[in-house]
């Protein structure tokens, strides 16, 4: 079994930054691949925001692009998210997510999510 844990969420600015974090834990961590984040706004579908695989290869949604960076540390089982430019449409629940070696995401782990809020 793999154990997400979600932090960094918070209220900012328009235009401002913040970094999530998404540790994970559990005697299984080595059968995991792909991780990501998702998001998901009051009324809105789950929706992709970035991937990145054990390789470290990235892929991000377009709404993100030249805003978010994600990064994982394999030695310590973290992720990151570094969301830059932020806009008040960035305003949701962000989740991550990870999947097993072999698979793609959505995997069948989840963290509980973070709030993010962007608002003057």
């Known amino acids: 079994q793999v154990h997400l844990v979600e932090s960094g969420g918070g209220l900012v600015q328009p235009g401002g930054s913040l970094r999530l974090s998404c540790a994970a834990s559990?005697?299984?961590?080595?059968?995991?691949?792909?991780m990501g984040w998702y998001r998901q706004a009051p009324g809105k579908q789950r929706e992709l925001v970035a991937k990145?695989?054990?390789?470290?290869?990235?892929n991000y949604a377009d709404f993100v692009k030249g805003r978010f960076t994600i990064s994982r540390e394999n030695t310590i089982n973290t992720m990151y998210l570094k969301m830059n430019s932020l806009k008040p449409e960035d305003t949701a629940v962000y989740y991550c997510?990870?999947?097993?070696?072999?698979?793609?995401?959505?995997?069948?782990?989840w963290g509980q999510g973070t709030q993010v809020t962007v608002s003057s």
């Open positions: 559990g005697n299984t961590f080595i059968n995991i691949g792909t």
């Open positions: 990145i695989t054990r390789g470290e290869f990235t």
């Open positions: 997510n990870a999947a097993q070696l072999g698979t793609e995401l959505p995997g069948r782990y």
